[in-house]
């Protein structure tokens, strides 16, 4: 999701560059924003300006941006209402970057949630009142516009005359623009009910620009990617949680990619670092990471708070901040020790570090877990409660895996599957990589005696892999553990098959998985909040990009109630009451979900969404700002991906857990690495 916010009285937005822009075309782009902020402060009377832009170049930081800015010129998009949403991200094509008249136009859109003035469902409106000089950024075409040379394509800053957003004076007469059929009322009124802090003008807004504008911060981060893991290991965790935790946590070093920087955190009556961030540069660094992994023991109290203070100190500790930085904390208690976790909550968003959290058993502060990783841009998982109890445990390691494949740089969950593993079974799956994948991983985990399952791979130009031939763009992940699994460099897109093999053991607990690192291909899964109370309606949107918002997609999904019943959820982008959906066809599929009358406590949806390259379209959305503007008509590659997400209804049930003892117990001494001196 977009990690903006405001603060104080500017925006702080992250922006991805989504290819390896040169320092020229960095430059053009921190004038644009520049210019933006202007023309922002102008058309908001001097109330809101942007702060500081953090800037990642080359495909990076793209979960926590708030705009993609892409390559090729084309027609820019925006989610409606996006900031502080999940996923949600503007999509400014390569010329905006001449005309952040376009610019401060999608932010009308992202940050204050207002529609589209210059055309509807019944033709052309106006929102220009009197003169020509106080007409709506929302309403005019981008040659209206502030852009630099006339043709916004590069030289000196043109002024346009549009500068101003509408007022009730000066909105559409005829109510038939998109704003009006969505709002029903003027631009401003939109904005001040989306900040409570804005006065709306008296009478027309101001027309001269008022002074004080400022300059923005333009802070481009450091291309790298640091991951933190938190494990809880308070005397609660004993037995095989803790087990199944290092296990899940073991995945996270053999599975990270070439350059990731990676480190454990654990923590009960104190937080501990088990290991400081490590690169992973090859198998030594790996078994490095691993093995303080498996030197963790469970026993003592549950300093939430301190686990995440010493993850944030540990990335902070690394050096400049960085694109993509990641804590994923696991617990199965109530902080009961130390600093507060709310405490570390603002600086870990000041600091934009996404948090993933992850709840096991009865006894467990949902709200509190749902808005640590609301806060930060991540997601709260919630381990299933009805479950029994090894299912509960063999979980704790499945969503530490899952995360994996979701919280990379570029990554996505293409599938995610549970299978029972018999005794001498063969299963066969396939799955669909899209055209673009950087890199796939293929891996099946299992509950039981390690070296049991055996997994080959078949490519959709009939390559066999297997432990016994692994071609040279092949890593095999496959370290005594029960996980195996294959890292495939750039992947010929198409359908893989699984082959899985059991012998013998096991209590029959699989999953399989399938991850796809694709930089062009991004989306999620969101609510507008992540608290309701019983009886309300929960809206789900649910968006998919390449590059940018992708229509046309099949999505389907389910939900699981607090008392672990499911209910299937039915999504439509049909600009239709019944799903929720505001407009037809723009590529927000929406759903409505009822059924929160019975059951307090977590739910938790699972969706799925395929887009096929003959049904997938770009969605006619796209600012049609100049008449003969072109479309953007690229390829949609077919893709499939799959989204979760937690809300919490009323109060979930707390189960008193038992008391926990305050002395823990020294970490066992890790083996030596087998790692030769370089
Ligand atoms: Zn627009
Ligand atoms: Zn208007």
């Not at 782009?29 to 300006?49: E, I, K, N, P, V």
């Not at 935790?245 to 955190?265: E, H, I, K, Q």
């Amino acid at each position: 999701m977009g990690i903006g916010r405001l603060v104080g009285n500017h925006f702080d937005l992250v922006v991805s560059i989504r290819h390896d822009a040169a320092q020229a075309r960095v430059d053009e782009w921190q004038a644009s924003f520049a210019q933006a902020s202007r023309l922002l402060w102008d058309a908001t009377d001097g109330q809101h300006r942007l702060g500081t832009v953090y800037v990642c170049n080359n495909a990076t930081g793209g979960r926590n941006a708030d705009a993609w800015l892409l390559e090729p010129d084309g027609r820019s998009a925006s989610a409606v209402s996006g900031l502080g949403s999940e996923t949600a991200h503007m999509t400014l094509y390569g010329d905006e970057r001449f005309k952040p008249f376009v610019v401060v136009h999608e932010f009308g859109h992202y940050g204050y949630g207002v529609y589209d003035e210059y055309e509807g469902s019944a033709g052309p409106a106006e929102c220009i009142g009197g003169t020509t000089s106080d007409a709506c950024i929302m309403e005019s075409a981008w040659s209206d516009g502030d852009r630099f040379g006339n043709a916004g394509t590069g030289g000196a800053l043109v002024s346009g005359r549009v500068s101003e957003f509408c007022v009730a004076g000066n909105h559409d007469p005829d109510s038939d623009t998109y704003q009006d059929e969505q709002r029903s009322v003027a631009c401003w009124q939109t904005m001040a009910s989306s900040f409570p802090g804005l006065a709306v003008p008296g009478g027309t807004p101001t027309v001269a620009a008022p002074a004080g504008a400022g300059d923005i911060n333009w802070v481009v981060l450091a291309p790298e990617q640091r991951y933190v893991l938190v494990v809880d290991r308070s005397g609660s965790m004993q037995g095989n949680k803790m087990a199944q935790a290092l296990v899940g946590s073991a995945w996270w070093a053999d599975s990270a990619r070439t350059n990731d920087r990676l480190g454990v955190v654990s923590f009960a009556t104190t937080a501990r670092t088990d290991i400081g961030l490590t690169t992973i540069t090859g198998a030594g660094d790996r078994t490095d990471v691993r093995n303080a992994v498996n030197g963790i023991v469970a026993g003592g109290e549950t300093a939430i708070g301190e686990g995440l203070r010493r993850a944030l100190d540990e990335i902070l500790g690394a050096g400049q901040r960085a694109a993509t930085q990641v804590v994923v904390l696991l617990t199965d208690g109530l902080h009961n020790r130390g600093e507060a976790p709310a405490t570390v909550l603002p600086d870990l968003a000041a600091n934009g570090v996404r948090v993933y959290t992850i709840g096991v058993g009865p006894s467990i502060d949902s709200a509190l877990l749902q808005a640590v990783a609301t806060g930060t841009g991540g997601t709260y998982y919630r381990i299933d409660p009805t479950l029994s109890q090894p299912d509960q445990e063999f979980r704790i390691r499945t969503v530490l895996q899952e995360i994996s494949g979701i919280a990379r740089e570029n990554g996505g969950v293409v599938t995610t599957r549970p299978e029972a593993l018999g005794e001498a079974d063969r299963i066969e799956r396939r799955v669909l990589i899209e055209e673009g994948s950087e890199s796939a991983t293929f891996a099946v985990t299992w509950d039981g005696d390690q070296k049991t399952v055996m997994l080959e791979l078949r490519s959709p130009d009939g390559e066999s892999i297997d432990l016994g031939s692994v071609p040279p763009h092949v890593r095999p992940i496959d370290t005594g553990l029960p996980y195996t699994g294959y890292e495939v460099e750039r992947p010929t897109p198409g359908e893989w098959t699984m082959v899985v093999r059991t012998r013998g053991g096991g209590s029959g607990r699989g999953q399989l998985y399938v991850f796809s690192e694709n930089p062009h291909v991004d989306g999620a899964l969101y609510s507008p909040a992540t608290r309701y109370d019983r009886g309300d309606v929960v809206p789900l949107f649910l968006q998919a990009y390449v590059d940018q918002p992708v229509g046309g997609l099949q999505v389907s999904g389910r939900a699981i109630l607090p008392d672990g019943s499911t209910a299937p959820l039915r999504f439509g982008d049909d600009g239709d009451v019944l799903t929720g959906d505001a407009v037809v066809d723009d590529g927000t599929s929406s759903a409505l979900f009822d059924e929160t009358h019975d059951l307090e406590g977590v739910y938790t949806f699972q969706v799925q969404v395929t887009a096929d390259a003959g049904s997938a379209f770009y969605p006619d959305a796209g600012e049609r700002l100049v008449p003969g503007d072109a479309t953007n008509t690229r390829a949609i590659p077919a893709f499939t991906r799959r989204f979760s997400l937690s809300v919490v209804v009323g109060e979930e049930k707390v189960v008193e857990p038992e008391q926990e003892r305050e002395e823990e117990p020294e970490p066992r001494r890790p083996r030596r690495s087998t790692r030769r001196p370089r």
